[in-house]
């Protein structure tokens, strides 16, 4: 998405070789417009795959998730993030670690807004390692319905978090693909995914 690559450039802050702040688009401000934008590309690409509800992770996935929920007409549902997990017979929950926070989270679905016969379409912002994503998908697998698809704003190429959601045949569909940010430089990846 050629206007995301452009706005990564203009606004996006090189940390580390690992690490890109995308406040300015995703993590703190959000640009309504480009994110409708966003919203319509995902829902482009997975139109076809009979989605009945979009999921996604709080905090900074929503935006994203909604527009694309929005475009599909079907309902968002974004996993709660708890400090302390009482066991709640309710929902579904999974414990994954945060590579940027260096904490153990544990997120949590209620089994009233997931169904068996439910076809899912994953949202996210970034991805990784792919940890939290994989808290998700395994929810996901745990209530019986169908993940027809992932799509993520931006996927780091150089972490395996993608790669692997693609081995486990997962279509995967990238808005922007970054393969590297050594030497504080921001190279895409220009194989669209
Ligand atoms: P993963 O899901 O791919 O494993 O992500 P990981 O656990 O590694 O990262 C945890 C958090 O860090 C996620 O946000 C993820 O979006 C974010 N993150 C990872 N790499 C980068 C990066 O290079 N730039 C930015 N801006 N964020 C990155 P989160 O914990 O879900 O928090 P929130 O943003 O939803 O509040
Ligand atoms: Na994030
Ligand atoms: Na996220």
């Given amino acids: 998405m050629e206007v995301l690559k ?3 450039l203009q606004e996006g802050v090189v940390i580390s070789d690992q690490v890109l702040k995308l406040d300015g688009l995703l993590n703190h401000q959000i640009d309504p417009a480009l994110t409708m934008e966003m919203g319509r590309e995902f829902a482009a690409r997975f139109r076809e795959s009979g989605v009945t509800r979009v999921i996604t992770v709080e905090s900074s996935g929503i935006p994203v998730a909604f527009a694309a ?14 400090k302390t997990l009482l066991a709640d017979p309710d929902a579904y929950c999974e414990r994954v670690p945060s590579f940027t926070k260096g904490i153990v989270t544990d997120i949590m679905v209620s089994r009233e807004y997931i169904h068996e016969n439910d076809r899912i379409l994953f949202i996210d912002d970034i991805i990784a390692n792919g940890d939290a994503a994989r808290g998700v998908i395994k929810i996901i697998e745990r209530s019986g319905a169908e993940l027809v698809g ?6 780091k190429c150089f972490q395996a978090g993608a790669r692997t959601i693609r081995e486990q045949g997962i279509p995967v569909e990238a808005l922007v693909r970054i393969r590297s940010l050594n030497d504080g430089t921001v190279q895409f990846d220009d194989n669209e995914m």
């Fill in 6 to 8: 452009q706005r990564i």
């Fill in 69 to 82: 929920a929005h475009e599909l007409g079907v309902p968002l549902v974004f996993a709660r993030r708890k």
């Fill in 150 to 155: 992932f799509g993520v704003v931006v996927e």
